[in-house]
Nanobody
Framework: QVQLVESGGGLVQPGGSLRLSCAAS????????MGWYRQAPGNQRELVAA???????NYADSVKGRFTISRDNAKNTVYLQMNSLKPEDTAVYYCHAISVVKHNDWGQGTQVTVSS
């Protein structure tokens, strides 16, 4: 199993920026890919961005050009840099890891609120 701890959420004005961090521990050698999902009230959880162990990235259309996912393998940490934030980006953001045997692990979530 992999333990995931997120940080970096908060309140920001429209057009502002935030950086989320997700530190992984435990069976990190088994991780195939990591990513960020989000869930707004009344909505299903959706993929925001993902990055594979090889460095390939994938983004939701709604965040392309504004969000950037990256990873620091030495720190076992994945980041989500969020720029040009919009009110519709408001949600709880969850870190996710999937292992080579398709086991899913989730963080506890961090709230991001975009509001003036």
């Amino acid at each position: 199993q992999v333990q995931l701890v997120e940080s970096g959420g908060g309140l920001v004005q429209p057009g502002g920026s935030l950086r989320l961090s997700c530190a992984a521990s435990g069976s990190i050698f088994s991780i195939n890919a990591m990513g960020w999902y989000r869930q707004a009230p009344g909505n299903q959880r959706e993929l925001v961005a993902a990055i594979t162990s090889g460095g390939s990235t994938n983004y939701a259309d709604s965040v392309k050009g504004r969000f950037t996912i990256s990873r620091d393998n030495a720190k076992n940490t994945v980041y989500l840099q969020m720029n040009s934030l919009k009110p519709e980006d408001t949600a709880v953001y969850y870190c996710h890891a999937i292992s080579v045997v398709k086991h899913n692990d989730w963080g506890q979530g961090t709230q991001v609120t975009v509001s003036s």
